[in-house]
């Protein structure tokens, strides 16, 4: 770690309301409906499915996993929250409506007033950034949580792009190296089909922080110099399937955790491996995607490391369906549980 990060966090925390007390009874799930994107049918200009966190609530709803009452609802992170990793300079950057169409990759998105943007697609970035970062004190208190959106790993401190436009990763490890006693050493498993190249430059000279990331060679980012960062990388070819894709992951996951033992794995768990995924380029079964969230959680169990997912990336309609399975998955084998673990 270099002085200048030793000077940076020898600063008191500022005051937040992302960290507070949450009883044992609700499941340490974190959601908010902010999260979902809706205005004039623009978001339907992206191919990601800017609904599905509240159709992933749906699903676990009806197979009478969840209610209201019995998930976290995420708090929207504020400026002084997201300072801790982006610059004034960077937020300022946001308030043009150009900059933000270009992160989305909604280009109509640049010819509309920015506080509607602010209201009707920062705010719910926003949101879903606090709920990372929420759930990252919850996986240290529970054992695991998993929010229901994030993942935005393309966003570092000082620039958005391919859909993210907070760097929610890094805010989340940020805090918790700030303010949770015993957490000093975090890894990432980044599992969506594309490279995260965010949190890659995030973290390229802090070595308290491992990252593990297996993605498709041949799509975007393409971000050589964040290679770098990478202690662990699978470079995919097209159209991998699950025989592969699971053997490769399992064996370089159990790999990664011989080697380091972090005090939190951070997990990005992208759906667009899916096969039929026009962005992802892999093959992917639904079953193979239940089956790698399975490994990871019985990794972190095994080890008795805590563990917070995030969704990410996913370009089918049928993503949030294969969340909700793969989270009913995981509470079936008791990998997941309401109480403390």
């Known amino acids: 770690m270099s002085a200048v990060q030793n000077r940076k966090e020898d600063k008191q925390p500022h005051r937040t309301n992302l960290y507070f007390d949450i009883s044992s009874t609700p499941w ?4 908010s409906p902010d999260y979902n994107i809706t205005f004039l049918g623009l978001e339907k200009l992206h191919p990601f499915d800017s609904g599905k966190w509240g159709k992933i609530v749906n699903f676990l709803k ?8 019995t998930i976290v609802r995420a708090l929207e992170a504020q400026e002084d929250d997201l300072l801790v990793v982006h610059s004034k300079r960077y937020l300022n950057k946001l308030k043009w409506s150009f900059i933000v169409a270009t992160i989305t990759e909604i280009m109509p998105v640049a010819f509309l ?38 993942g935005f790993h393309h966003c570092s401190s000082d620039q958005g792009g391919g859909f ?41 000279d802090d070595n308290r922080v491992f990252i593990l990331d297996a993605f498709n060679r041949y799509i975007y980012p393409g971000d050589g110099y964040a290679k770098r960062a ?20 399992e064996a370089l996951v159990a790999k990664a955790l011989h080697e380091v033992t972090p005090d939190i794995i951070v997990y990005n768990a992208g759906t667009d491996i899916l096969d039929g995924d026009q962005l992802g380029g892999l093959a992917v079964s639904p079953q ?43 509470h079936h084998l008791h990998l997941i549980d309401q109480r403390l673990i």
């Open 28 to 31: 340490p799930i974190v959601y």
């Open 62 to 69: 009806e197979e009478m996993m969840i209610n209201d009452e």
């Open 113 to 150: 007033p920015n506080f509607i943007i602010q209201r009707k697609v920062l705010r719910p970035f926003r949101t879903q950034t606090g709920g990372t970062i929420m759930a990252g004190k919850l996986a240290i208190e529970r054992g695991w949580a998993i929010n229901l959106g994030g």
């Open 164 to 204: 993210c436009a907070y760097a929610d990763i890094t805010l989340a490890i940020k805090f918790l190296f700030e303010r949770v006693e015993g957490v000093s050493k975090a890894m990432i498993v980044d599992l969506d089909a594309h490279q995260g190249n965010g949190h890659e430059r995030d973290f390229m």
């Open 230 to 249: 990478i202690r662990w990388k699978i470079e995919l070819e097209w159209d991998t399937e699950d025989s592969e894709y699971l053997a490769k992951v």
């Open 288 to 330: 193979g995607i239940i089956k790698r969230d399975e490994a990871i959680f019985k990794a972190a169990r095994i080890n008795k490391i805590p563990i917070l997912m995030v969704t990410s990336g996913g370009y089918q309609r049928s993503t949030a369906r294969i969340i909700a399975d793969s989270i009913l998955n995981l």
